[in-house]
């Protein structure tokens, strides 16, 4: 038995992306080990701890990343910590490194660490391998690229995927929407004549969730904390999203993605997919109505030769990220 501690964060604030990727590398753990019987636990801020429970994984608050978490670890000594937050410090990470004899960091741009006491660095995103990581992780293992992607469990598996329901669009921010963004979206879309789906998060306020379902009744539909996008994504012929990880669940069911960027950490991949065909609107300070409008009827209309440009995108989100995760996790650990 190897014990492994995830130690991350999320929320209204932060989002659920830290999150999301963490728990399918944990369920992971359970179902794709070979050789090592894994026990996971987790320690994370108080508003994300009904999502780690409803799996049933032992959790342990702490509401900050602290050299002085002593306690914490008082009686949970891991083989091995899985780290994904951001603004945590390198100091952190040594202090994490004194705690378990492997150390692992989820990362996205490359940007927030540098630290000789990481043992593997995973970064799934379709820019990754564009990043040298020499420097910042100089004895680190890479797992990186789009095969080491930690996509939601639902996507492990292949299937037959059905036909979308004709001009339908889906609209989601993520989890959350601090931006308060899903309002401005939906209203631009109103002469949109086609199906409209609403993905309200589990971390919307719940004034903001109020004010959506009080505005958009007609011709919309309202998604409240769907447990998965999978099936919403298959019914819709185009996804309008940020470029964060639904980008690659849309691609994944090979839907067409029309994209914005909310954060700093969504500019490269957005860059790298707009390069490849996918239609970009920018960062969302720059967005008009008659700009997303048009983008959603220029898809719409001209799906056919989109899909030929992008065509070689699809098969490089193959849902076996957290298969191969595990195996390494395994080699790494044993």
Not at 134 to 147: D, H, L, M, T
Not at 239 to 251: I, K, M, N, P, R
Not at 264 to 286: D, F, K, V
Request: charged share 25%; with cysteine.
């Amino acid at each position: 038995m190897k014990k492994i501690l995830i130690r991350t964060h999320g929320g209204k604030r932060v989002g659920l992306g830290h999150l999301m990727r963490c728990l399918s590398i944990a369920k992971g753990l359970r179902r794709f080990a070979q050789t090592t019987r894994f026990d996971v636990e987790w320690i994370v801020n108080e508003e994300i701890i009904p999502f780690i429970e409803s799996e049933g994984f032992p959790v342990t608050r702490s509401e900050r990343f602290s050299t002085e978490e002593e306690t914490l670890f008082l009686l949970n000594r891991p083989d091995g910590i899985l780290f994904d937050a951001y603004g945590a410090g390198n100091p952190y990470l040594t202090f994490l490194k004194s705690k378990a004899k492997t150390v692992i960091v989820i990362d996205d741009n490359n940007d927030q660490y540098a630290s000789r006491d990481v043992d593997a660095v995973v970064n799934g995103n379709i820019h990754a391998e564009r990043l040298s990581y020499n420097e910042s992780f100089p004895q680190a293992q890479r797992w990186v690229g789009p095969a080491f992607l930690a996509m939601k469990e639902e996507y492990w598996e292949s299937e037959e995927i059905g036909a979308p329901i004709p001009g339908s669009v889906m609209v989601t921010v993520g989890g959350a929407d601090p931006l308060h963004l899903m309002e401005s979206l939906a209203r631009a879309l109103e002469p949109y004549p086609h199906r409209k789906t609403l993905i309200i998060g589990p971390a919307f306020e719940k004034s903001e969730t109020e004010r959506l379902k009080e505005s958009f009744t007609e011709g919309y539909d309202l998604v409240f904390s769907p447990r998965s996008l999978k099936p919403l994504i298959q019914r819709s012929e185009v996804v309008l999203t940020a470029s964060g990880s639904t980008v690659y669940e849309v691609l994944r069911l090979n839907r067409l993605p029309i994209l914005f960027e909310l954060a700093e950490n969504q500019r490269q991949i957005a860059c790298i997919l707009e390069e490849s065909g996918i239609p970009n609107l920018g960062w969302y300070t720059h967005l008009s109505s008659a700009r997303i409008h048009q983008a959603v009827l220029d898809t719409v209309q001209n799906k056919g030769r989109l899909y030929e440009k992008c065509r070689a995108l699809f098969p490089i989100f193959d849902g076996q990220g957290v298969p191969r995760i595990v195996e390494k996790i395994e080699a790494l650990i044993a």
